[in-house]
């Protein structure tokens, strides 16, 4: 057997790691062509001037320090915060409660768990056109509600409430795409009811029999033994919040409506990249937006040290 | 899975050969590049924006040109957002033989070279492409000559002394009203307004109000909303002094103009206006406001005649030049806005030769009024023929042709820095309806704005192009 083997010439075999290799050679060379080159191409950019269609300058950090100087820019740094400080805290606790409600036991439970997720996949454009007819002024259907409570009161007083022209006032803009991001949270309470499956009733019982009502018990037990799930829930809610884009798009079109009340920050970083052809002020936009959001996770994480429970394995 | 539950490896050799036989795959059966080009011809492809009735009246054009020779084969796309597709292809250095942009999108493209200067062309290919027209039986000696086009039409095809592009259809924005509307309030539709303040009278005569809403508005600046910026042109304004690369957005006419349009809704209250004007259908259906009664007249092309004609074929319509300032009237010289599509070939298009011949067979006379009727346009050319005159479908070409020659007819600012420009008047109108601020303090910070954008194109073009950068030709626009 020995002396057979010895005779037969094995196929030269490569090493364990550059087959490795080879097998995720398609995955790397995906990522370096449309991933780390774009990624570092696009700090490159950023410190040029540069419209796509010919060669780039150097300006160093002009196009940074052009952003201090731009209103534009602090208009969209404004709305995507506030956005971000409404939308985030409201649908994070609209989501728990939700959460909790369809965690409990009433009839038709599955009916209601479905109503909820069902909007989250309805694709966006179609819910943005959905939603603009919903916002409309004249002819929606929140106003004709709106309507059918003030016109009695309109009666009583002698007054002419009516309802807020909802995508054609600046004023009103920015409650509309809050309430609108509303429509989305059934992805939030999916993973909320997950993890309110994962509470152990034992700490529920231990409460009871402490005497603790069902306010505490949401309070002292529910809400830390769900709270890394929160904090998850909100970053990703931070970095999508300051991702908006395409709803406000579609809904009021490129300038993000009157007074550029619904235009976020990547929305005129579209505008600069394309249409108005600074794809290196765009590219500065960029870094900079990678960097609101990864300060905002950072502070995120520093600030959960205090409320997040984590229990032990 | 193996009969015991478990997991079947495969080899590496049968995994590579099942990628190879994959990739064979798809080199055999994959996708194809679409079209049905004859063997032996030279395809270019062709991008532009239209689709529908549009879209077919330019490939009757295409199929026109495809037989009549058997050389080139033109393949058309139609596709949105064109000017951004084109940058990215010019700039991925693979871009169509021909691409369809706008003239507003020509300074872009000249500044930064990305098409090719057509004299250049002319100059290579005019000649031998004349006779080979001429033997088809085409006009004799036919060239894209100045005393063939329009002044103002000749003129949005050049920018900074370079000609970027031809004019394959062009529109002139007029004043549409409801002919049924004028005589229900008792005005003559023979007679529509000429002056601001005739129109005003016209419009309150016309707007119907009912338990404080509006019922229907006479004229409203903000239907269909597409021309944000131009309502101090028919004060005697102008947006930018290309002689002096100048913002001028807060000039007295411009601000006269801007006033005018808040007088509306000081007049019947803004957010009444607002909540009026959301009940609106888009402009491609019956709901459009004009036709369906909610608006009593407005500022238009006449390619809304193909509107009326899909979803309200006996609508009783008229058209005129759209009123302006007493001191400014004159019936010869009307002011009107000029837009227009251009043709363009870009700089590294694979057949510029085969691509010129394309370009110019579009610009046949025949071939243009063909395209202007079917879109409903007028022509660009100086001397109409008179089929063109009696088959046209809107009934008012005439006067849309006359706009298209007057003098007084202006096109978008041909600037770099004009997208951004726009953009200010597309935010800010709805703080000037909304009576949030005032006019003057608006368009000032309009103007401040809008001069820095064109300083830093004008900054731009002098550090990469120093004095090879092609001269500006001093109008105003």
């Keep these: 057997m020995s002396a057979s083997k010895g005779s037969v010439k094995r196929p030269r075999r490569l090493p364990e790691w550059a087959v490795g290799l080879a097998f995720v050679s398609p995955w790397i060379v995906g990522f370096l062509a449309f991933l780390a080159l774009p990624v570092g191409l696009s700090l490159y950019y950023s410190m040029t001037q540069y419209t796509m269609l010919e060669p780039p300058i150097w300006t160093g950090l002009d196009n940074y320090l052009e952003m201090f100087h731009d209103r534009v820019f602090w208009k969209v740094i404004w709305n995507t915060t506030i956005y971000a400080l409404i939308a985030i805290p409201i649908g994070t606790v609209l989501s728990v409660v939700i959460a909790v409600l369809l965690n409990s036991r009433v009839r038709f439970l599955g009916f209601f768990r479905a109503a909820v997720f069902v909007p989250t996949i309805v694709p966006l454009v179609a819910a943005a056109m959905v939603w603009m007819w919903l916002f409309n002024g004249e002819l929606g259907l929140i106003n004709g509600a709106l309507d059918s409570v003030l016109r009695p009161i309109n009666a009583v007083l002698g007054t002419d409430f009516a309802g807020p022209n909802w995508l054609g006032s600046a004023a009103w803009v920015m409650p509309a795409l809050i309430l609108m991001s509303f429509w989305s949270i059934g992805q939030a309470v999916v993973i909320y009811v997950a993890a309110l499956k994962d509470v152990p009733t034992v700490l529920y019982e231990a409460a009871e029999l402490d005497g603790v009502g069902t306010v505490g018990r949401f309070w002292h037990v529910t809400a830390p033994m769900i709270s890394p799930v929160i904090l998850f829930n909100v970053i990703v809610g931070i970095i999508n919040t300051w991702q908006i884009f395409a709803v406000p798009y579609i809904m009021l079109g490129t300038t993000g409506g009157p007074n550029r009340a619904g235009y976020f920050y990547s929305m005129y970083l579209y505008d600069k990249a394309f249409p108005y052809g600074e794809m290196g002020y765009a590219c500065s936009m960029a870094w900079v937006q990678l960097m609101i959001i990864l300060t905002l996770t950072g502070l995120t994480f520093v600030v959960s040290k205090k409320f997040v429970y984590y229990r032990a394995a | ?477």
């Design chain 2, 1 to 477: 899975m193996t009969h015991d539950g478990r997991f079947r490896t495969i080899s590496r050799r049968g995994a590579l050969g099942a990628l190879a036989a994959a990739g064979a795959g798809f080199a055999l059966f994959g996708p194809r590049r679409a079209g049905d080009a004859p063997a032996g011809r030279t395809v270019i492809d062709y991008w532009e924006k239209w689709t529908g009735q549009e879209g077919e009246a330019m490939r009757r054009v295409i199929d026109a040109f495809n037989r009549s020779q058997d050389r080139v084969w033109v393949r058309y796309f139609a596709t949105s957002a064109i000017d951004q597709k084109a940058l990215i292809s010019i700039a991925g250095n693979d871009p169509p033989d021909l691409v369809g942009l706008w003239n507003f999108s020509l300074p872009a493209f000249v500044e930064s070279r990305a098409v090719t200067p057509l004299t250049e062309l002319d100059d290579a290919y005019g000649g031998e492409i004349s006779r080979d027209f001429a033997a088809r039986g085409y006009a004799h000696d036919f060239r894209i000559r100045r005393e063939s086009y329009t002044e103002p039409a000749w003129r949005i095809m050049h920018h900074r002394g370079v000609m970027g592009g031809v004019v394959n259809t062009c529109s002139s924005m007029a004043y549409y009203y409801d002919r049924s509307a004028y005589r229900e309030v008792g005005l003559d539709p023979d007679r529509p307004p000429r002056t601001i303040s005739e129109l005003d009278d016209h419009a309150e005569r016309l707007t119907i109000m009912s338990g404080g809403k509006v019922e229907r508005s006479g004229f409203l600046h903000r239907e269909p909303g597409w021309w944000n910026w131009l309502w101090g042109y028919f004060f005697g304004g102008s947006l930018y002094d290309a002689a002096t690369e100048t913002a001028t957005a807060a000039s007295p006419e411009n601000v006269r103009g801007y006033e005018w349009v808040q007088s509306y809704p000081r007049k019947y209250g803004a957010q009444r206006l607002v909540a009026f004007q959301s009940g609106f259908g888009g402009y491609n259906s019956a709901q459009q406001a004009l036709l369906a009664g909610k608006v009593a007249s407005v500022l238009h092309g006449p390619f809304l005649v193909n509107v009326i004609d899909r979803f309200k074929p006996g609508f009783d319509y008229g058209a005129a030049p759209f009123p302006v300032a007493e001191e400014i009237y004159d019936p010869e010289r009307p002011i009107g806005l000029l837009e227009s599509d251009s043709l363009c070939i870009p700089r590294g298009c694979p057949h510029p030769r085969e691509a010129y011949e394309f370009l110019m067979f579009t610009q046949l006379p025949e071939n243009i009024e063909a395209l202007a009727i079917a879109h409903a346009k007028p022509t660009p050319l100086a001397h109409p023929s008179d089929d063109f005159m009696r088959r046209h479908p809107n009934k008012y070409i005439a006067m849309h042709n006359k706009l298209v020659a007057s003098p007084r007819a202006f096109p978008k600012p041909l600037t770099r820095a004009w997208p951004q420009y726009e953009s200010e008047f597309n935010a800010e109108i709805g703080t000037m309806w909304e009576l949030a601020r005032q006019a003057g303090d608006v368009l000032a910070d309009i103007q401040h704005r809008a001069q820095r954008f064109i300083d830093v194109v004008v900054e731009r073009r002098e550090r990469r192009y120093g004095s090879d950068s092609p001269a500006g030709e001093g109008t105003q626009t």
